[in-house]
T-cell receptor
Framework: GAGVSQSPSNKVTEKGKDVELRCDPI?????LYWYRQSLGQGLEFLIY????????KSGLPSDRFSAERTGGSVSTLTIQRTQQEDSAVYLC??????????????FGPGTRLTVL | AQSVTQLGSHVSVSEGALVLLRCNYS??????LFWYVQYPNQGLQLLLK??????LVKGINGFEAEFKKSETSFHLTKPSAHMSDAAEYFC????????????FGTGTRLKVLA
């Protein structure tokens, strides 16, 4: 079956521009996560969506970052006024809702963002 | 607050030697523990996980990990390294205490020497 997909795979943008990153989770998975992976920094949690509940935005680094999830499926991560320090690989993952604490997360291939 | 510490950002072993990747966690509530692997130019995938029950957990590709509550550790081992094991390995802890948290360590890059 189809896994988690992300688009674009690579994005190069100029400092100050806005970017949108898209994530399509596995069908039936109601939990969705965004992470940022920087060189030598591991995975930094950004935001978590669980069904129809309010998202956990505690990991968003600044108000330039926002995310939404439409129809409980596709999610878009938006970065406004990009800065060079935003350059990283942005990963999306999804998991089953029933017991997210013990559930495996299925990761997409990521979007590599480069801010010039 | 929960946290995960992976000792050693880079580990090198000879082919056929024991692989030991260390992971320690901090949690005020019972944790669920995971190891994920990221092969070059690929996404993360689950190696193994501990939720409840037996503390020695076996995963894919001959890896296993043991949950030691007294040591707050969940070290990953494999008796004999293979060249194909070269990858980055991430330990993660998941807890629920009013809010749900899933925290990853900073990763350990494993190099296997011929």
């Amino acid at each position: 079956g189809a896994g988690v997909s992300q688009s674009p795979s690579n994005k190069v943008t100029e400092k100050g521009k806005d970017v949108e990153l898209r994530c399509d989770p596995i069908s039936g998975h109601t939990a969705l996560y965004w992470y940022r992976q920087s060189l030598g920094q591991g995975l930094e949690f950004l935001i978590y969506f669980q069904g129809n509940s309010a998202p956990d935005k505690s990991g968003l680094p600044s108000d330039r970052f926002s995310a939404e999830r439409t129809g409980g499926s596709v999610s878009t991560l938006t970065i406004q006024r990009t800065q060079q320090e935003d350059s990283a690989v942005y990963l999306c993952a999804s998991s089953l809702e029933s017991s997210p604490v013990g559930n495996e997360q299925f990761f997409g291939p990521g979007t590599r963002l480069t801010v010039l | 607050a929960q946290s995960v510490t992976q000792l050693g950002s880079h580990v090198s072993v000879s082919e056929g030697a024991l692989v030991l990747l260390r992971c320690n966690y901090s949690s005020s509530v019972p944790p669920y523990l995971f190891w994920y692997v990221q092969y070059p130019n690929q996404g993360l995938q689950l190696l193994l996980k501990y939720t409840t029950g037996a503390t020695l957990v076996k995963g894919i590709n001959g890896f296993e990990a043991e949950f030691k509550k007294s040591e707050t550790s969940f070290h990953l081992t494999k008796p004999s390294a293979h060249m194909s094991d070269a990858a980055e390995y991430f330990c993660a802890v998941s807890t629920f205490s009013g809010t749900y948290k899933y925290i990853f360590g900073t990763g350990t890059r494993l190099k296997v020497l011929a």
